[in-house]
């Protein structure tokens, strides 16, 4: 069965450090692969997607993700946090093959402080 | 572009009730996707559609639980009888359907079932 993990349910970093967020999968295939974003009580905001083709790959708000497909791994990562980055990030997969529908990990809670 | 839309935004009911969500998709996207999201969860599948055509259910949608697509357009799903533990997070997505194919959600309606 497709799965996927977020190791860490919370993550605290203070503003302007890096980041980093843990994504692995278990796949049939290698599968499409996203980050979304979550505020309180909102709907999901699409951060970033990798099909295929170059493994860095960047999204909106300054960050970027990297596929590592020999570590069934796709970690999102940004430079320099900021305040209004808190929030809850889900990582997700897909496939065609699968319907396309999204398999989602449990999320990942980020606190910035000041 | 307004994105997708859901309606009502939140919904108390009482245990047995029944209650009917609403969700408008991005106006160009044929396939549209609902998903279940509890606390500290993600979400998960619930169903899908291209079109009006209605091509997958998850097992998680029990039997209470309809979706509805009529012309193509918005989508309704509707739970009978509701149980405490249908109270959740109720999401709806949209996309155009294709190899390369990316979901947008939007704000989502929540259930609380008393």
């Known amino acids: 069965a497709q799965s996927v993990t977020q190791p860490d349910i919370h993550i605290t970093v203070s503003e302007g450090a890096s980041l980093e967020l843990r994504c692995n999968y278990s796949?049939?295939?290698?599968?499409?692969l996203f980050w979304y974003v979550q505020s309180p009580g909102q709907g999901l905001q699409l951060l970033l997607k990798?099909?295929?083709?170059?493994?860095l790959v960047q999204g909106i708000k300054g960050f970027e993700a990297e596929f590592k497909r020999s570590q069934s791994s796709f970690n999102l990562r940004k430079p320099s946090v900021h305040w209004s980055d808190a929030a809850e990030y889900f990582c997700?997969?897909?496939?065609?093959?699968?319907?396309?529908?999204?398999?989602f990990g449990a999320g990942t809670i980020l606190r910035v402080k000041s | 572009d307004t994105g997708v839309s859901q309606d009502p935004r939140h919904k108390i009911t009482k245990r047995g009730q029944n209650v009917t969500f609403r969700c408008d998709p991005i106006?160009?996207?044929?396939?549209l996707y609902w998903y279940r999201q509890t606390l500290g969860q993600g979400p998960e599948f619930l169903t899908y559609?291209?079109?009006?055509?209605?091509?997958?259910k998850s097992r998680l949608l029990s039997d209470r639980f309809s979706a509805e697509r009529p012309k193509g357009s918005f989508s309704t799903l509707e739970i009978q009888r509701t149980e405490q533990g249908d109270s959740a997070m109720y999401l709806c997505?949209?996309?155009?359907?294709?190899?390369?194919?990316?979901?947008?959600f939007g704000p989502g309606t929540r259930l609380l079932v008393l």
């Open positions: 796949y049939g295939a290698t599968p499409y």
């Open positions: 559609f291209q079109n009006e055509a209605q091509l997958e």
């Open positions: 997700a997969v897909s496939r065609k093959e699968y319907g396309n529908k999204l398999v």
């Open positions: 106006s160009e996207h044929n396939r």
């Open positions: 990798y099909f295929s083709g170059d493994t």
């Open positions: 997505a949209s996309s155009e359907s294709g190899s390369l194919e990316t979901q947008y």
